[in-house]
């Protein structure tokens, strides 16, 4: 029996196991975004120490003004290449709870999936990773390559603990690789397995518009004095036009443009329209005009806002003008536009944009850029292998809508490659109420990456 | 002595009281748009009932589908004209809660100010009335003439319930009146008092958008589906233009012009912008070109938005895109706008400007016409001369922009005339935090009510 075979038989075997462990995992509440959870990020920190720890793995606690960061190692595999899984152990906030069917911190089987915030994004995904390295580890007894994790607690905010970690002089060399292994992404839908070789960056602020010192009267005041929340609507309304083009002056001014052979690629993909509209319940689709779909998700910049707040929300009808408004928005970046460049642009229009009788106050969130990688790399060939093994299909070359602001970092950083593998599924709802994961992707996850690491090796 | 001078040192010895019997009132909650203060808004017309019966009056409680309606009137006295009080002891909501320097429902005198939700809005007013009433009962033993009294418990909401009682027969005999009196309002300025012919009408909408079924990761799905959080923006920010007018089509149809001889006279009133601006702590003002600062308050229509909430609110980023956003906003009108008018024009703009993706849904929250009464009739003399007396200056004849939208369906229903005497004052904080009523102002309010209905009388 070879290797492969062993490690195969042997998954099949602790596939119970494996979920369990995930299950624990997830019941951890570990939101970064929100201060309250403070403690329970320190516990999923340490869950994640233990499993890479029951894995075999020399681990280190590195310790940072936020959550911890888990970093990993396996012994060094003289001669072969090392790979460094990357992932992290926070998740989106839950809110609204009163969409979720069933408690998101409580994991729960139904119809094949499980169901719980983070369950593809990304505790799921990134355990698929610590699974095959402790199937090696316990079936084979070693490695076939040198495997390190950095598993972050920041991912949803920004990787500002992470992103401070490596700029220190230590950082170059602990985490020094040939490959970045990221588990983070989708499949490009059901049982069609994808790499991704590009992702967006994003650049995220916070707008407050300040009006008058208190709320007022609107019927005494109406009329005279410039009400925040009209203000607010008008500035967020001013930055794109009825094309879906960006207004901010100089926003297209870096943008790469997208390769003819890309979108020739990307035109022969299986994609029904009217299915996506479907799944997403709505009846029809917006964006950038001269683009697809695909194109508008994977390789055009965007702006989203993501939440709104004013003056009254409650029941009823209160007649003020409201002494403030606020906003939180972002723009996905693309190929080559950083995000230092963007807030500047943004700062400046916030600045010629913020009308009489308002304060304006920007803040900035966080930011990224985006990354584009060799689709023709022997790391892609050797993922193309494993994927196709364990999901039964060759997986399609594309790239991603989202961003993993702290993967490009890492790539300009330590000179390394990086492969995109995504287990998840379109309709997974990360960010979402009822995220879930498919039961069986997480264990065709982990054989792939348990073939990976063979195939990597040879 | 004269039944004046009598009533005035009455009224001087019984301040105290008085000011008790306020303070009660105004610990109560009673917050009309809240449903959680139901109980309140009984005790609250309890409360008013029982100083109405202690003022010698006959007291009918009118139960409705809502919170009651307080009747009471004196006894009828032939050959003299009667007088309708009209006044609520609803409560705007008094959110937000953290701005208050005392607690709302706690009144708290601080500088000769009664501090408290609803000390001048408008259970402070009110009272005035009800006090001038029982120092005539008291000190006299009857009135000059009948005066009955209509408080109501929905005004800040719309006077649901009262309107539904006006379309009932009997509500023309038992409110038939020669003069409607009204506290509602305020003085035009510390030591200035006024009288108010005109009040603005309104139309409020709250209006939904709804996108995707649920929120959905703006890196994955961001530039290719419709946003709710951008569209609503877009269709607020479509309502107005950059010079403050409306763009709903036929929307200004139906005002009437104001009178050449209405802008002569209000450019002759004390009015510094600059004092005017550093009393709401903003540095411009802005509004529909074309009009001063005072038109534009008082008698040109109006598009505020009041409350806007969307997505996330929380702390830190949220990478959506959200399934929904909403938003509260009114228009004031002028005459002749009627909300029936104006809800089929916003109507049919909405279903002209909902975008692709989006399904919008518009509620009417409540809507009412303005008003404007002759300026130079008998009631407003009268009312001259008993300000005078009380304030130690003759009032200025003014406009409001804010709106009571039963007082013209009470005007039309009941033929009679209208007097709107305010004994508030601009920076009372009609609904804002930290609302006050200048105690000195309370006992003027009292003895020029107490004066008025002997003028009337005569």
Redesign the interface.
């Known amino acids: 029996m070879s290797d492969l075979q062993a490690i195969d038989r042997y998954l099949q075997e602790t596939q119970a196991q494996s979920l369990e462990t995930l299950k624990s995992l997830l019941r951890i509440p570990s939101v970064?975004?929100?201060?309250a959870y403070a403690g329970d990020m320190t516990r999923a920190a340490d869950s994640v120490a233990s499993a890479l720890k029951a894995a075999g793995l020399e681990v280190e606690m590195i310790e940072t003004d936020g959550p911890p960061l888990v970093y990993a190692q396996s012994a060094p595999v003289p001669g072969k290449p090392v790979a460094l899984v990357y992932g992290h152990y926070d998740v989106?906030?839950p809110?609204?709870l009163e969409?979720w069917e069933t408690p998101p911190f409580e994991p729960t089987e139904r119809n094949g999936n499980l169901y719980a915030r983070g369950a593809t994004d990304d505790k799921g995904q990134m355990l698929t990773h610590v699974e095959s390295v402790s199937a090696w580890a316990k079936q084979i007894g070693e490695l076939p390559l040198q495997v390190k994790f950095m598993i972050e607690g920041e991912e949803?905010?920004?990787s500002e603990q992470l992103d401070a970690y490596l700029k220190k002089p230590e950082a170059k060399e602990k985490l020094a690789c040939d490959v970045i292994v990221i588990s983070d992404s989708?499949q490009y839908s059901k049982g069609q397995p994808a790499i991704t070789y590009g992702l967006?960056g994003?650049a995220?602020f916070?707008i407050h518009f300040h009006?008058?010192?208190?709320?007022?009267?609107?019927?005494?005041?109406?009329?005279?004095?410039?009400?925040p929340?009209?203000a607010?609507?008008?500035f967020?309304?001013?930055i794109?036009d009825d094309d879906?083009i960006i207004q901010i002056p100089g926003f297209y001014d870096s943008v790469k443009p997208l390769e003819q052979v890309e979108r020739d690629a990307w035109a022969k993909l299986d994609f029904n329209e009217q299915q996506f509209m479907d799944g997403?319940?709505?009846?029809?689709?917006?964006?950038?005009s001269g683009y697809s779909?695909l194109e508008?998700?994977w390789a055009?910049?965007?702006?989203?806002?993501?939440?709104?707040?004013?003056?009254?929300?409650?029941?009823?009808?209160?007649?003020?003008?409201?002494a403030h408004?606020a906003?939180?928005f972002?723009f996905?970046l693309v190929p080559n536009q950083t995000p230092a460049e963007i807030k500047v642009l943004v700062e400046k229009f916030v600045a010629n944009n913020t009308?009489?009788?308002i304060?304006s106050e920007l803040v900035d969130?966080?930011g990224g850029p985006g990354v584009v990688v060799d689709p023709n790399s022997p790391f892609v060939s050797a993922a193309s292998k494993a994927v196709e093994t364990a999901f039964g299909n060759p997986p399609v070359l594309i790239r991603?809508?989202?961003?993993i602001p702290i993967v490009a970092d890492m790539v300009d950083l330590l000179g390394a490659d990086c492969l995109l593998l995504g287990w998840g599924l379109?309709d997974d709802?990360?960010?979402?109420?009822?995220e879930k994961f498919n039961i069986a992707d997480f264990y065709r996850g982990i054989r792939a990456s348990a073939h990976l690491w063979q195939h990597l090796a040879s």
Chains 1, 2 share one sequence.
């Open positions: 970064s975004a929100d201060p989106q906030p809110d609204p969409l949803e905010m920004g989708g967006r994003i995220y916070e009006g008058p010192k208190q709320d007022l009267h609107s019927g005494s005041f109406g009329g005279a004095v410039n009400n929340a009209n607010l609507s008008k967020l309304a001013s794109i879906g997403l319940g709505v009846e029809g689709l917006t964006g950038e779909t508008r998700r055009r910049p965007t702006y989203d806002v993501h939440g709104l707040w004013s003056g009254y929300q409650g029941e009823g009808s209160k007649t003020i003008v409201p408004a906003a939180k972002s996905r009308p009489t009788g304060r969130l966080h991603e809508g989202g961003s379109e709802g990360m960010h979402s109420p009822n």
